[in-house]
T-cell receptor
Framework: ETGVTQTPRHLVMGMTNKKSLKCEQH?????MYWYKQSAKKPLELMFV???????ENNSVPSRFSPECPNSSHLFLHLHTLQPEDSALYLC????????????FGQGTRLTVV | AQTVTQSQPEMSVQEAETVTLSCTYD???????LFWYKQPPSRQMILVIR??????QNATENRFSVNFQKAAKSFSLKISDSQLGDAAMYFC?????????????FGEGTQLTVNP
């Protein structure tokens, strides 16, 4: 248990559905991240939030919409996804200094059908 | 932009033996941090070891140690006395220093199998 909790653990959705992924941390961290992990590819950073403000959007399609209402919660809203969006979505948090480790949740395994 | 390369998609080791996982990176920065993360089948990414680039001394954590060669931009992980529980995907990661909310850039990963 790393202190970062993601729900749901598994999600199957149709291409016309709208769903949301949730991430929660109570570690007192100021930065939160969404990563996408696809088979045979490195982890891809999607979004970075620092003190609730989005500081990085790594050219992510608009069908992925992040939301960070406070420093402890991070959402990823999904709509009209494509089958190639099927992947493991990992949330992480850290203090805002570079030398501190990032703590990861267990991920949401997303399948788009 | 920084890149991280792990050239060994898969490695295997006998229980109790030693194995070394390779990682190289490319950066123009002089101050940064390097990490090795482990991802077992449970999918939980767990920090194994970290290295500050300004430190010449190689980091060690029990059976895990690194060989950090800054000039060569190399950061290998050595696992001594391998245990069955060490079987996992291992990721090398890079992070800039002194930048708020800075990203971790990951390598492609190395799948480690430990044979009994």
């Amino acid at each position: 248990e790393t202190g970062v909790t993601q729900t749901p653990r598994h999600l199957v959705m149709g291409m016309t559905n709208k769903k949301s992924l949730k991430c929660e941390q109570h570690l007192g961290h100021n930065a939160m991240y969404w990563y996408k992990q696809s088979a045979k590819k490195p982890l891809e950073l999607m979004f970075v939030y620092n003190f609730k403000e989005q500081t990085e959007n790594n050219s992510v399609p608009s069908r992925f919409s992040p939301e960070c209402p406070n420093s402890s919660h991070l959402f990823l809203h999904l709509h009209t996804l494509q089958p190639e969006d099927s992947a493991l979505y990992l949330c992480a948090s850290s203090q805002d200094q570079g030398n501190t480790e990032a703590f990861f949740g267990q991920g949401t395994r997303l399948t788009v059908v | 932009a920084q890149t991280v390369t792990q050239s060994q998609p898969e490695m295997s080791v006998q229980e109790a033996e030693t194995v070394t996982l390779s990682c190289t990176y490319d950066t123009s920065e002089s101050d940064y941090y390097l990490f090795w993360y482990k991802q077992p089948p449970s999918r939980q990414m767990i920090l194994v070891i970290r290295q500050e680039a300004y430190k010449q001394q190689n980091a060690t954590e029990n059976r895990f140690s690194v060989n950090f060669q800054k000039a060569a931009k190399s950061f290998s992980l050595k696992i001594s006395d391998s245990q069955l529980g060490d079987a996992a995907m291992y990721f090398c990661a890079y992070r800039s220093a002194g930048t708020s909310g800075s990203r971790l850039t990951f390598g492609e990963g190395t799948q480690l199998t430990v044979n009994p």
